[in-house]
């Protein structure tokens, strides 16, 4: 078991381009979830999914945002038009069930210049 | 108002001193998490915690239910105690998700 795996770490993009993150919880986990972080600030809830299920989304996820978890297993999170307002660390969690231990990724940080 | 509240936000003390950080929440939980973060890296969950109070090496952690509050102790700090650490919950219910609060900067020096 190598933990929560996310690619890239670091993503450098233009404005009004779209970028995809890549989250690859550990195994035997079933519930996923991604999370934003911004300089001095805690995490901010996105979205998770059970299984394939998106099961909540947050009004800071807008309409440019998009996630997937297609088999259950990994799940990729698209950011269509980004703005600089889009620059944070982009955080993956995973856990085996609600209120058990929880599983962070490293973060992707991205940078919209 | 922030469903879960931090004190201190920063926090500098001197190598060997016993340290505090305190966590209020505002909503109904079925467990709480303390988080340390380094600089650059990823979230480490140090404890969860439902009631009572816990004990790793030199961190404790309590919980009151009834007064909603938690906090993080360190005991004999060190340099390398030097992170962001995070109080998030469990809200109740089977959909819920974890809430985080702005986190404590703790800097330990020489």
């Known amino acids: 078991d190598t933990g929560v795996s996310q690619n890239p770490r670091h993503k450098i993009t233009k404005r009004g381009q779209n970028v995809t993150f890549r989250c690859d919880p550990i195994s035997e986990h079933n519930r996923l979830y991604w999370y934003r972080q911004t300089l001095g600030q805690g995490p901010e809830f996105l979205t998770y999914?059970?299984?394939?299920?998106?099961?909540?989304k947050s009004r800071l996820l807008s309409d440019r945002f998009s996630a997937e978890r297609p088999k259950g297993s990994f799940s990729t999170l698209e950011i269509q038009r980004t703005e600089q307002g889009d620059s944070a660390m982009y955080l993956c969690?995973?856990?085996?069930?609600?209120?058990?231990?929880?599983?962070f990724g490293s973060g992707t940080r991205l940078t919209v210049v | 108002k922030n469903e879960v509240e931090q004190s201190p936000q920063n926090l500098t003390a001197q190598e060997g001193e016993f340290i505090t950080i305190n966590c209020s929440y505002s909503v109904g939980i079925s467990a709480l998490h303390w988080l340390q973060q380094h600089p650059g890296g990823g979230i480490v969950s140090l404890f969860m915690l439902s009631s009572g109070k816990k004990k790793h090496g030199r961190l404790i952690a309590t919980i009151n239910i009834q007064e909603k509050h938690s906090s993080l102790h360190i005991t004999a700090s060190h340099p390398r105690d030097s992170a962001v650490y995070i109080c998030a919950v469990w809200g109740t219910g089977t959909a819920s998700k974890l809430t985080f609060g702005t986190g404590t900067r703790l800097q330990v020096t020489l």
């Open positions: 969690a995973s856990s085996l069930v609600v209120t058990s231990r929880i599983a």
């Open positions: 999914f059970q299984n394939e299920a998106q099961l909540e």
